[in-house]
Each structure stands twice: as C-alpha cells, then as structure tokens.
C-alpha cells in the first residue's frame, strides 16, 4: 500500500501545511473499528505532540479508548463514499484542531489540519447519496468567503477534481464565483448573514474548461461559522432559453423593420397594426393586393380601417373573430381564422386570415396579418366532402366480404376487397364442394360453415356463425358471418345472402379483457392492491388485495379518488409526480386512444407493515358489453417476490427441508426446489418428523427444545437457535435444525434441517 500511496504523500513530505494519510478498519459490516496512520509530515505530528515515525503505522485503539472513534465517524463517511467533510477534533494534549478530508483511495482519507483557538464547530460531512446535487458549507469572515466541505457534485458540475477545489478555491471561493457577479453575491451574503434570512441567487460558476454554468444559489447559516449552500444547475436551460430570446428578438425587429418596408413591393394581402396598452388596435399600413381584393385605393381602406377595423366583416361575424385575435394575442399563437368580408361592392369573400401577434414595446403589440381569397375553395367543399364520405365508406367495406349464394344450383358470387382498396367478384360452382378443400378457410371451420349453409338454405331466417379464414394472405383471422334467407310465397329457399365480417381484434380484445377480469377475481400472490375502475364513468367495480389499508380507504370512492389516494401513499416526491402525470383518468384514456395499453412504475410504497418497494401496472381494456374503458390497477409488493426468489436460491443447496413458519396463525411453508407448497401447523410437521426418529431420551430432548415457544425464547436472546436431533431410523446421520427469523416485522421465522 505503501507504494500507491506515495504519489499522494510526496507533495506533503516537506510541505508546511499539515498532513496525514489515515485508513479505516472495519468489522466487514460497514462499522469503523480502529484508525491506521499510514503517513504523517512534522507540521501534522507536531499538532498531534508526536513525531512523524512514532505515528507511522500507529493503531488509534492502541493509545485511546475506542469510545474516542466516534468523534472521528466523518473520516469513515468519507474513505468508503468519495465525499468531502470538514470537522472539529480536539486531541489529547488539549489542542482544538479543525479537519478537512476527502477521499484518496477506497477506504483511506487525506486530512488537511489546522489548530484553531476555542472551540470549533462541527461541520456536518455532505455525503453525495444526501444531496443529488452540488452543496458547500461556506465560512463567511471579514477575510472573505472560505470553503470548509463540499460534496462530490460540485467537482462534477464544475469540472474541477476533489484536490483541485480545495488547492484552488478552499481559502478563497471567490475565484470560483464569475467575476461579474461576485460583489453582488458577497453583499447579498453578508446583508442575509446580517439579518439572518436566507438567500437565493443566480450566479455564474467557473468551470475548468474555460466555459460558465448558471446556478441556483441558495445559502442559510446552519452551524457557526457554518453558512450551507446548494447549488442547482436547473436555472441554466432557462438562462440559455433567455439568451437565446433576446436574440430572436432581436432579429424579429429587424425582420419587422425589413418587412414594413417590403410591405407594397410584396404581390400577396398583408396588413399591419398596432396596439398600444390601454387603446384600440390601430391599422397602420395595407398592401395594394388588399385594396384591390377590398375594392378601394390604399389610402381610402388604409383610413377606414383606422375607423373601424372590423367594418367589412358582417356583423353576426365580428364577435368571433374579436374572439380570436385577443385569444392569439394572449396565448402568443398564430391566428388562422376563416371570415366572411364584404368589399365596397357589396360582394362576400370568404378569407383566410392568418396573423402572428409581436411584442414592440412595454404592453405594445404589433399584429402582421395576411388574407387570402378562399371563395372558390368554400363553392367546392361540398363536393370534397362527398368525396371523403365515399372514400371512408370503401374503406370500412375494405374488411366485409359478400356473399350472394343460390341453393338450387349451388352457385354463389363472392365480393371481397383487397389491401389497395379494389373489389374482386368472383363466381363459384359447386359452391359447397368448393368450400370442402377452400385454402381461405381453416381446415378445422370448413364442415361448420357448410352445415351452416345449409341449415340457411333449408329453413328460412337469420343465422351467425364465426370462423377463421385467411383471404389476403396475411395469417388466420377470425370472421363472423351473418346469413339471411330469401323466399318466396310458398315459405322455398331461393336464395341466401351474407356478410363476413373480420372480427380478429374485436375478439382478441374481449378474450384479453375476460383475462384480465379472471386475473381480478383472483389475484395472484403478492398483490397489495387490485382495484378494477371503469374510466369512462369514473366509479370503481371491484377492489381486492392483501392490504387492509389500501382496500379500505379506496372502497366506495370514485375512480379519480382511488387513483388519488394511491398517489398519496408513494412517500418519494419525483416519483409522486410521475405518477400523477402518468396515471389520472383523461391521462389513462388518452393513451388507451393511442393504442397504449400497458403501463407499470416501481416506486416504494407505504403499508401497513411499513415502507415497502412495490410495481404498480396500469391495464386498460373495452368492455364488450357497455363499450366503457375499465382499468386494471394492480399493486404489487416486490419485496415479497425477492424473498421468495431468495428462499428458491437457498433451497438448491443441501438442506434435507426449508421451511417457513408464520408465527401469527402457525401455519408453515415447505420451500423446494421447483417451488413453495403448504404443509399444515408446525406442530402437525414436527410430529411427522419426529416419528421418523428412534423412541430415545434424545428424541425427547430435541422435540421439547424445537416447541414454539422455547425457539422465540432463545431467538429473544440470539440472532440463530440451532438444536441437535438423533439419527433416523432408516440410518444416515444425525439432523441439526436451525430457526432464525426470516422477516422479524411480519413474525416468519426460517427452519432448516440438515444431515451431518
């Protein structure tokens, strides 16, 4: 170790500053033990009343009671997590020290000493795992801004690595800060010190690659002399959007000045105005185009538009139109409006106006607005539209085959449509026979559809049959066929007509919904919730699940307050705020439009048992019957699935039996190999077991040390109860049975049996 340390010990060797390098020993469960000096130069030593060589290699715990770790718990957080912390020591001789550490390699720290005078206060370490972003605890004095500890999100948002920062900007954070911001971030430092009220302010960091970061940044004093900072780079997309604004604006009026300018050279209708803050809107200048759609020369329409600039409109039009420019300029969206305009003549146009709204000043907009004659276009609307009905209507035949069939002379007409839209007629003889080897139809169908026929053709009225067939080529699909009999005075056949129709989604849709429906009645184990909503009426159909507190709140509730309450119960906030987003009913409905009928989230969830991590999915399905959305909203505890995974993995070694036992009704749980399977009352188990036993006074012991109530005795007292028992009759050796709670909150405890 020696050797990997000395390129962090050699700057240090002859340096004034203090310095040593420490590493921490651990019971291998995470808990600091002892201390290991691993390199101290004289100015440390001589703080800590030692020499360099005396320290080299010395044990805290072999010179100072081990109660004195606890002062020094920040150098663990440190080695073992990457983070920075700064914290007041005060050493045997009496000496008040103050510490700064960070991170040298995995499990040894680097402290920076430095004696103060009183006492000195605790600065609390900054873990990154706390803050998921950069934070600092700042010493704000007359000599400047000092930085006492800073986390590892800091060097990430700055560029800058951990020995770096504190070489740089430890005695002088200043020179982190841009040097155009920094007085006014120092006096509003100061005047928050001052009157003790926090601070928030937008300044600009200095990265190491020359660029700058804008930063939320926001102090309060916690501790003295202590002042804590968080850093939040969130405010630099809006910084960078501001920039990009002004100069968008920028260029907008020059595009305005520009366009003013063209405006009469330009061959299309354009009009211009103003709106001043507290007037009406004012015409300022129209294009010739305009005027000659309007009938008027330019000065005579540019003066009665100043007048009144909705007067060419109809009156019964005014009032939307008036509508929709104050909508376009409140929303700062494009106008696109159809309109009736009567020019001088008294001729109706129909126009297009399209019109952007722009900002020119404080509460000032500018209003570009360009028409265009759509009265030719409006004559054949009718027409267009009859077109797209028609073009609807093949579309929807596109999945309807017809049949035309004539019994006496087993002739049938099929019109069917193919994927281009175009009909195909075909003409059948033997129309029945045909059917009998038909590669369209399946196989398994064929004898149906012909018995089927000729029931229509024997006895007249209606019948449905559905079957699966495969007439363009893409794969089985299933049709429902509607038959209808044609006969005449006498009650004779002559003739059937029908329709098959593809209902291949239709069906697969009410199957999955009548899936999700069984999965309902009966949900599967782990289920902390299944709470069945029909989105379109917004009630709640079914609620079932092992917590009490889920189905209780949620029952008789509507579907939009069931969902709520859920939300409630998921105590992180970022993944709250997804799920609000996510799953709320419109939200729900949307995306079952889309054709998104799944959605899951895991995120942890509070129960009655406490805290658990927990996926909720999200299924949505049409009723058949009532055409209603319904939501299959399942809860499940992902906890409990890891446990059993783990007991499965646990269950592939050696163990004659693993069992688990619910101390709360008594009831045990064998876990083998392929799965878990219920085997009755512990008592009933153990009696079975201990019959295979030979009748001895071991027997005896072992059956009395192995009751309930002797195994929680022991387990009050130790983490695992072992128990000896006797060698079977059939011979092997003897059995060691161990108990151990397995989950100590929901009372399961976990026995094994093993041969020795």
Request: hydrophobic fraction near 40%; proline fraction near 6%.
């Amino acid at each position: 170790m020696a050797k990997h340390l000395e390129k962090f010990t050699k700057p240090f060797q002859e340096s004034r500053i203090p310095f040593l390098l420490t590493e921490v020993i651990t019971d291998g469960e995470g808990n600091m033990v002892d201390l290991v000096c691993r390199f101290a130069n004289a100015p440390a030593a001589a703080l800590l009343g030692d020499t360099p060589q005396a320290l080299r290699g010395r044990r805290f715990t072999r010179v100072y009671p081990p109660e004195r770790l606890e002062t020094l718990a920040p150098l663990a957080a440190v080695a073992f997590s990457g983070s920075c912390a700064s914290f007041a020591y005060q050493t045997a001789a009496g000496t008040a020290l103050q510490v700064v550490c960070y991170q040298v390699m995995y499990g040894v720290a680097g402290c920076l000493l430095e004696a103060r005078e009183g006492p000195v206060a605790d600065t609390p370490a900054l873990p990154p795992d706390a803050f998921p972003c950069a934070a600092c605890v700042l010493e704000l004095s007359r000599r400047g801004l000092r930085c006492l500890s800073f986390n590892q999100h800091l060097g990430a948002l700055t560029g800058w690595g951990q020995r770096q920062l504190y070489d740089r900007f430890a005695r002088d954070f200043s020179a982190l800060i841009c040097p155009e911001d920094w007085p006014e971030l120092l006096q509003a430092l100061l005047d928050a010190d001052r009157e003790k009220l926090p601070l928030r302010q937008e300044v600009r960091l200095s990265c190491r690659d020359g660029s700058e970061v804008w930063v939320d940044f926001r102090a309060r004093r916690s501790t003295e002399p202590g002042v804590f900072c968080v850093l939040l780079p969130e405010i630099q997309p809006a910084r960078q959007h501001h920039e990009q604004m002004k100069r968008q604006q920028s260029l907008l009026e020059e595009t305005r000045r520009a366009l003013e300018g063209l405006l009469h050279t330009l061959p299309g209708a354009f009009l211009l105005a103003r709106r001043g803050p507290d007037g009406p809107t004012e015409v300022t200048a129209v294009s010739d185009r305009l005027a000659q759609l309007l009938e008027l020369e330019v000065p005579e329409l540019t003066e009665q538009l100043r007048s009144d600039p909705l007067g060419f409109i109809p009156p019964q039009y005014r009032e939307e139109l008036q509508s929709a420019l104050i909508r376009s300029r409140v929303t700062m969206l494009p106008l696109r409006q159809l309109c009736p305009v009567r020019t001088s003549s008294g001729k109706l146009l129909q126009m297009s106006l399209e019109g952007v709204w722009q900002p020119v000043g404080q509460e000032e907009w500018a209003l570009y607005l360009t028409c265009g004659d759509r009265t030719e276009e409006k004559r054949t609307e009718a027409e267009l539209r009859l077109r797209t009905q028609l073009c609807d209507l093949l579309l929807d035949r596109s999945q309807i085959i017809s049949l035309d069939y004539v019994p006496g002379e087993d002739l049938a007409h099929v019109e069917a449509y193919d994927g281009g839209g175009h009909r195909i007629t075909r003409r059948i003889e033997h129309y029945l026979t045909h059917l009998e080897q038909a590669p369209s139809i399946h196989p398994e169908d064929r004898r149906r559809l012909i018995s089927a026929l000729r029931r229509a053709s024997a006895h007249p009225g209606t019948g449905s049959l559905e079957y699966r067939g495969n007439y363009d080529g893409r794969g089985w699909r299933w049709f429902r066929v509607s038959l209808v009999s044609l006969f005449d005075t006498r009650g004779d056949v002559y003739g059937l007509l029908g329709k098959a129709e593809d209902i291949s989604e239709r069906k697969a849709a009410a199957a999955r919904f009548a899936s999700l429906c069984r999965r309902c009645a009966a949900p599967p184990s782990g289920t902390l919730v299944l709470v069945r909503l029909d989105l379109t009426a917004g009630r709640i159909l079914d609620i079932r699940g092992e917590s009490a507190q889920l189905t209780g709140v949620v029952f008789a509730n509507s579907a939009e307050a069931s969902l709520r309450h859920l939300r409630r119960c998921i105590p992180d906030g970022p993944r709250q705020a997804e799920f609000a987003r996510r799953f709320i009913p419109s939200a729900l409905l949307d995306a079952f439009a889309r054709g998104q009928f799944y959605q899951s989230l895991e995120h942890p969830l509070t129960a009655e048992q406490g805290d658990v991590w927990a996926r909720t999915v999200m299924e949505t399905a049409e009723n058949p019957d009532s055409r209603h959305v319904e939501l299959f909203c399942t809860v499940s505890d992902l906890d409990n699935r890891r446990l059993e995974t783990a007991l499965l993995a646990l269950a592939q070694r050696d163990y004659a039996c693993l069992m688990t036992v619910d101390l709360s009704s008594g009831h045990c749980r064998i876990c083998g190999q392929t799965g878990f399977y219920s085997a009755g009352p512990l008592g009933a188990v153990a009696a079975r077991y201990f019959r295979s036993l030979p009748p001895t006074a071991e027997r005896a012991a072992a059956r009395r040390a192995l009751r309930p109530e002797i195994i929680l005795d022991h387990l009050r007292r130790e983490a695992v109860y072992t128990v000896d028992c006797p060698p079977q009759s059939s011979g092997g050796g003897p059995g060691r049975v161990r108990c151990s709670y397995l989950d100590e909150g929901h009372r399961t405890l976990l026995i094994t049996l093993a041969y020795l």
